[in-house]
């Protein structure tokens, strides 16, 4: 880090410690107007803070202005932030007398002989590790803003107190503040929950809470992406199975999933044996290879399946069953630098097709792991190896890989800048082992492979809500569930508008016909919202002259052509997967 940016936000330390001020400065703020709430944690996050609290009331809008007005004085009041410890009890006694017993319960939680440090502004005194700046004048009293307040559990566990989580983003120019609140804003208007409703795409019921319901035009859009999905995969020499979805507690016991998943399963009981339903694919696939003996020649072997179980709800990005597009591949260790370039190209190549720059993270060994420290250390080592081996570059994510194995994760980035997991390529060691794989090597000697579990979607819901919102419901022509509506003037016109739809349905188009009784403009501002990339108006002068006035959603009219120029348009678009 270049000096000069040493104290900007090009410095994610800095970045991070201004956020984390920021947090102490909202937490004085509010026990300043209500001494009564008790302060939980207050931690900075990945673009701003939050901070956990329990009060008597429910913060509204209303609350959450006059906590922007006391954080505005205590900035321009100066406090001096300084840091000192005390001695476990000291510390606990510090706490109990200030009615903190969220703040005791962290101290006496803290490991014997670790520092026990405490951050004090003006009158204010927080339980914290640090770093924060050194007065509370340098954050600009203009340039944050409260964002949302939302429910909390107490350390995530619903059988303890619900909390309430005020979120906020500060920055160091009151500019950079109006940018950010500009794209969450914009972002609110891509909502994919909103979006997908509004363009008949997908729906959810209570009655179903997490599983989504796909609509006429959203199976379209999920089908032509499986469609692709398998287009791109048949390039690559891919085969495809079909694991069952019901399978012994057995199996998942020896695949370690039992251990280490077991409260992300779902399970039942037929005829008093206990099976799960599938949360990951991969011992399906074990099992698939397992039916028959194979060579070093057979290796590597790719294999592609779909349907897991997840939780945690939020639109399409948190279901409870998604369709996962991921492979499996059993090779031997010399095939992994080729095999990862390989899927390394694939995962490139998707991306490309829909507009999504991406950067690469390799995640270590998490401390609930199985295998030893030797054997993560070369499956790190070979995934590095093989991204280096391409001139990419990645970063390192510490402690997040897969209880199995590492991975290198994919982070595309949409239109606005947001960052979204999608693509993996996990090396795993263990399974192959635990499940006693064998091939024939050269020597004729039986040796375990190795398998690289991968994904290029992640999932087909999670996928549509990032394309959704990626693109604002406004789909690439090839993409889009309706790629052609004709609006017909008259109803003299119709049978001329059916008769284009069934040309283009023939060349398989997907083409709609408006024949309600509107005036054009209203039919064609109901298309523009449904987002449809092409128009065509017909009327008596065109059947007359045999020709088409195309219109595009977002270049308007393209003038008066034939059917075949049309045609031509249209294919090139869908052909070479524009985006537009």
Known sequence: ????????????????????TCSHIMAQAVKRLWPEVKLAIGPSIKEGWYYDMLAPFAFT???????????????????????????RPEAIKFMQEREEPFKVELINDLPEGEPISFYKQGEFTDLCAGPHLDFTGRVKHNAFKLL??????????SKRETLQRIYGIAFTKKEDLQVYLDRIEEAKK??????????????????APGFPFYLPKGMVLQNTLIDYWRQIHKKYDYLEISTPQIMKRTLWETSGHWDHYKENMYTTVIED????????????????????????????????????????????????????????????????????????KLIDEV????????????????????????????????????????????????????????????????????????????????????????????????QTPVMIHRVVYGSIERFIGVITEHFAGAFPTWLSPV??????????????????????????????????????????RDAQLEKVPYMIVVGDRDIE????????????????????????????????KKIK
């Open 1 to 20: 880090m270049a000096e000069e940016n040493k104290y900007t936000f090009e410095n994610e330390e800095y970045r991070q410690t201004y956020w984390h």
């Open 61 to 87: 809008p209303e609350h959450m202005d006059q906590i922007e007005a006391e954080m505005k004085k205590i900035c321009k009041e100066n406090l001096k932030i300084e840091r000192f410890e005390l001695p």
């Open 148 to 157: 949302t307040c939302n429910s909390a559990y107490w350390r995530g566990d």
């Open 190 to 207: 891509r909502d994919h929950r909103k979006l997908g409703k509004e363009l008949g795409l997908f729906a959810f019921r209570d009655e």
């Open 273 to 344: 044996e206990d099976y799960a339903i599938k949360p990951m694919n991969c011992p399906g696939s074990i099992l698939v290879y397992d039916l028959e003996p194979h060579s070093y020649r057979d290796l590597p072997l790719g294999r592609v399946h779909r349907h897991e179980i997840s939780g945690a709800l939020h639109g399409m990005f948190r279901v409870r069953c998604f369709t996962q597009d991921d492979a499996h591949i059993l090779l031997a260790k010399e095939q992994i630098q080729g095999e990862v370039v390989r899927i390394t």
């Open 351 to 446: 991306y490309n097709v829909f507009g999504l720059p991406y950067k690469i993270v390799l995640s270590t060994m998490p401390e609930d792991h199985i295998g030893t420290r030797g054997d993560w250390e070369k499956a790190e080592a070979a995934l590095a190896d093989a991204i280096t081996s391409i001139g990419k570059t990645y970063e390192i994510n510490p402690g997040d890989g897969a209880f199995y194995g590492p991975k290198l994760d994919f982070h595309v980035t949409d239109c606005l800048g947001r960052v979204w997991q999608c693509g993996t390529i996990q090396l795993d060691y263990q399974l192959p082992g635990r499940f006693d794989l064998e091939y024939t090597d050269s020597n004729s000697e039986k």
């Open 483 to 524: 790629q052609v509506k004709i609006l017909p003037v008259t109803d003299r016109a119709i049978e001329y508008a059916d008769g284009i739809k069934d040309k283009l349905t023939d060349q398989g188009f997907r083409v709609e016909v408006d024949k309600r009784n509107e005036k054009t403009g209203r039919k064609i």
């Open 545 to 576: 002259a045999a020709t088409l006035a195309p219109r595009h959603r977002s270049e308007g009219d393209l003038g008066t052509m034939s059917y075949d120029q049309f045609l031509a348009i249209l294919k090139d678009d869908v052909d070479n």
